[in-house]
């Protein structure tokens, strides 16, 4: 098995000297564990989080072992009787190239009559997509008519979010960087798309919105979330998904309109998409529904290879992707 792990723990930027890409012996299998010849990697900015040594609501990266993550892969053994050889998985065990499995890692057996690709998994039917759709429709509580503000919309979550929403019959102002994404995010049906490249978030926003927001889905903070404090109508929901603005330098959030939150009386709750699990049979039926019927799309960046995981990954950073940035081995 060849599988990336964590050799120190990145301050700021991570490095790849932080990191390596290892031989390591495969295990015999347990009862009621599996091998998994791995398709698709998923690279996410929660990894990020992971590799400081922190407390948080997913254990930190360990020095020295495999790191792990969104994967798709294909069952090649088998001491678990309800998995068979041939079998497509959805699990936890990403950033290498086989894997042995168990309970810890999640695995999902995929239908293999849906009729999509194994990569959809690992976005719209996966962690992104029930991230956009949770965040948007429980946390937010978004609903017809409201005016919603997406930030980093053209990333995989974001766009998600954009489709949901114009489903649901909103109003939706993205934010991208640079006219491409843009022009993307347009695509995928928003009323307006705001370009941070080009000038300051809030006085476009102003522009965009000019009646204010109801709903901000927050990627990224920082300037964004000020934007969104700034512009909001009363009883604003704000769901707070990342903040990518600040994930290497951990510098202070400069938030002068949080003031705001006291007349407009607005919510802003954070939220991991696990919080919704009793809920996930409910959202691969209506979000299986789109994907299969075409409602909702997706773009994918694809890196080739597993020694390209580390550069998706780093490259989450720096805008390097539209849409979902995934690995194919």
């Given at each position: 098995m060849r599988a990336w792990v964590l050799k120190s723990r990145p301050k700021g930027m991570p490095q790849p000297s932080d990191f390596d890409l290892a031989d390591l012996p495969?295990?015999?299998?347990?009862d009621g564990q599996l091998r998994v010849r791995n398709l698709w990697l998923s690279v996410d900015p929660?990894?990020?989080?992971?590799?400081?040594?922190?407390?948080?609501?997913?254990?930190?990266?360990?020095?020295?072992?495999?790191?792990?993550?969104g994967a798709v892969g294909e069952v090649i053994e088998s001491k678990n009787p309800g998995f068979a050889p041939g079998d497509k998985v959805l699990h936890m065990a990403g950033w290498r190239d086989t894997a042995t499995i168990g309970a810890e890692s999640m695995p999902q057996k995929l239908p293999a009559d849906m009729g999509v690709s194994d990569d959809v998994w690992l976005h719209n039917l996966g962690l992104t997509g029930g991230t956009a759709y949770?965040?948007?429709?429980?946390?937010?509580?978004?609903?017809?008519?409201?005016?919603?503000?997406?930030?980093?919309?053209?990333?995989?979550?974001?766009?998600?979010?954009?489709?949901?929403?114009k489903l649901k019959g909103m109003t939706v102002i993205g934010s991208a960087g640079g006219p491409d994404k843009v022009a993307f995010v347009k695509e995928l049906g928003a009323d307006a798309c705001i370009d941070y490249k080009a000038g300051p978030v809030l006085p476009q926003?102003?522009?965009a919105a000019p009646n204010g927001i109801d709903v901000y889905f927050d990627n990224v903070g920082g300037e964004h979330l000020d934007a969104a404090f700034a512009t909001a109508r009363e009883r604003a929901r704000f769901a707070i998904c990342g903040m990518i603005d600040v994930y290497n330098d951990g510098k202070p959030q400069e938030l002068r309109y949080i003031i705001r939150t006291i007349p407009t009386r607005l919510t802003m709750r954070g939220f991991i998409w696990t919080d919704y699990f009793p809920e996930i049979g409910t959202f691969q039926q209506e979000m299986g529904a789109w994907v299969t019927g075409g409602k909702i799309k997706a773009r994918t960046t694809?890196?080739?290879?597993?020694?390209?995981?580390?550069?998706?990954?780093?490259?989450?950073?720096?805008?390097?992707?539209?849409g979902k940035m995934l690995v194919r081995l």
């Amino acid at each position: 098995m060849r599988a990336w792990v964590l050799k120190s723990r990145p301050k700021g930027m991570p490095q790849p000297s932080d990191f390596d890409l290892a031989d390591l012996p495969d295990q015999p299998l347990a009862d009621g564990q599996l091998r998994v010849r791995n398709l698709w990697l998923s690279v996410d900015p929660y990894m990020r989080g992971r590799m400081n040594d922190v407390k948080s609501y997913v254990p930190p990266f360990q020095l020295g072992e495999p790191m792990t993550g969104g994967a798709v892969g294909e069952v090649i053994e088998s001491k678990n009787p309800g998995f068979a050889p041939g079998d497509k998985v959805l699990h936890m065990a990403g950033w290498r190239d086989t894997a042995t499995i168990g309970a810890e890692s999640m695995p999902q057996k995929l239908p293999a009559d849906m009729g999509v690709s194994d990569d959809v998994w690992l976005h719209n039917l996966g962690l992104t997509g029930g991230t956009a759709y949770f965040g948007l429709l429980r946390t937010a509580e978004a609903k017809a008519g409201d005016i919603v503000f997406v930030s980093a919309a053209a990333g995989a979550v974001g766009s998600a979010v954009v489709q949901i929403a114009k489903l649901k019959g909103m109003t939706v102002i993205g934010s991208a960087g640079g006219p491409d994404k843009v022009a993307f995010v347009k695509e995928l049906g928003a009323d307006a798309c705001i370009d941070y490249k080009a000038g300051p978030v809030l006085p476009q926003l102003m522009e965009a919105a000019p009646n204010g927001i109801d709903v901000y889905f927050d990627n990224v903070g920082g300037e964004h979330l000020d934007a969104a404090f700034a512009t909001a109508r009363e009883r604003a929901r704000f769901a707070i998904c990342g903040m990518i603005d600040v994930y290497n330098d951990g510098k202070p959030q400069e938030l002068r309109y949080i003031i705001r939150t006291i007349p407009t009386r607005l919510t802003m709750r954070g939220f991991i998409w696990t919080d919704y699990f009793p809920e996930i049979g409910t959202f691969q039926q209506e979000m299986g529904a789109w994907v299969t019927g075409g409602k909702i799309k997706a773009r994918t960046t694809v890196r080739e290879g597993l020694d390209s995981t580390l550069d998706a990954f780093l490259g989450l950073f720096s805008g390097a992707n539209t849409g979902k940035m995934l690995v194919r081995l």
